[in-house]
């Protein structure tokens, strides 16, 4: 499987996978993408394989609320 796919794209909106090995083991990542303005961009990241699952906006909203 190549490290990065596109899992789905319906016109401005897109869902990319990334697969990469670190000193924890893999991760896969997902990253939710939109384009604005002919660019795209970003959306929101989520860690879909392993022990350790987030999605980065909730990390965020959790530490806006109290330091983290």
């Given at each position: 499987?190549?490290?990065?796919?596109?899992?789905?794209k319906?016109?401005?909106?897109?869902?990319v996978?990334?697969?990469?090995?670190?000193?924890?083991?893999?991760?896969v990542?997902?990253?939710?993408?939109?384009?604005?303005?002919?660019?795209?961009?970003?959306?929101?990241?989520?860690?879909?394989?392993?022990?350790?699952?987030?999605?980065?906006?909730?990390?965020l909203?959790v530490?806006?609320?109290?330091?983290?």
């Open positions: 499987e190549p490290p990065v796919t596109v899992v789905d319906t016109g401005d909106i897109a869902r996978k990334a697969s990469f090995d670190n000193s924890h083991g893999k991760n990542l997902l990253f939710d993408m939109v384009r604005e303005n002919g660019e795209w961009s970003v959306d929101d990241v989520r860690s879909i394989e392993g022990s350790d699952q987030w999605t980065l906006t909730k990390t909203n530490c806006k609320a109290k330091p983290c």
